[in-house]
């Protein structure tokens, strides 16, 4: 039962552009959203994160959008750069407790 | 203030051996949790613990896999008997507790030859 998804296994953007990286959740009771970036061999970098009472939250060049009617949300980054190829995570979380992940997009921004 | 600490970063064990895991917490951090990334796939939670105390473990498999966090001392995955099916990537995170983000150590890598 794969509650948090993200479709696109991979997503590739000019440098410069914006980069637009989509999840979509089954668990209502979700009620904290986090975005998560991963290189290689590392551990996941945390980037950004949203309330479910609220619909937008942004810094700097990355923000996060909830769609709680469609139990949706997106990470955009804006403008992309090189340095931002990686993994990306989207993740949900009930009641300050697990993490659930979804199973990333690899973002590749080309000079 | 030092991020989270993993150790070893590289293990690999043969069949039927034990393989321990270590996490220190980043400062002032009381909650710990455990996810593994098997090889193509995402992060799976596994347990979440409190000092000297098991919150959650239904990511835990239920036999040779268990965690501790003492009082003092890091938090330990200990999985016993390993397999081959072990093989993966283990991530410990920690967060002040509440609605607070996980901030994750750089992993342990576990090979069962």
């Known amino acids: 039962d794969q509650q948090v998804k993200q479709n696109s296994p991979s997503l590739s953007v000019q440098e410069g552009r914006i980069s637009i990286l989509n999840c979509d959740y089954t668990n209502s009771m979700f009620d904290y959203f986090l975005w998560y970036k991963k290189y290689p061999a590392e551990g996941p970098t945390f980037l950004i994160s949203i309330s479910s009472i609220k619909d937008k939250n942004e810094d700097g060049r990355f923000t996060v959008f909830l769609n709680k009617s469609a139990k949706h949300l997106s990470l955009h980054i804006v403008p992309s750069q090189p340095g931002d190829s990686a993994v990306y995570f989207c993740a949900a979380e009930t009641s300050g407790s697990r993490l659930t992940f979804g199973e990333g997009t690899q973002l590749t921004v080309n000079p | 203030n030092a991020g989270v600490m993993q150790n070893p970063r590289h293990l690999v064990r043969r069949r039927g051996q034990e393989a321990r895991l270590r996490c220190s917490p980043m400062?002032?951090?009381?909650?710990v949790y455990w996810y593994r990334q098997l090889p193509e796939e995402g992060l799976k939670f596994m347990v979440y613990l409190q000092k000297e105390n098991i919150i959650d473990e239904s990511g835990m498999p239920k036999e040779r896999f268990s965690a501790e966090f003492p009082k003092e001392g890091p938090s330990i995955l200990r999985i016993q008997q390993v397999v081959r099916g072990d093989s993966a990537a283990y991530f410990c995170?920690?967060?002040?507790?509440?609605?607070?983000?996980?901030?994750f150590g750089p992993g342990t890598r576990l090979t069962v030859l």
């Open positions: 995170a920690s967060s002040p507790g509440g609605y607070n983000e996980q901030f």
């Open positions: 400062k002032g951090h009381s909650h």
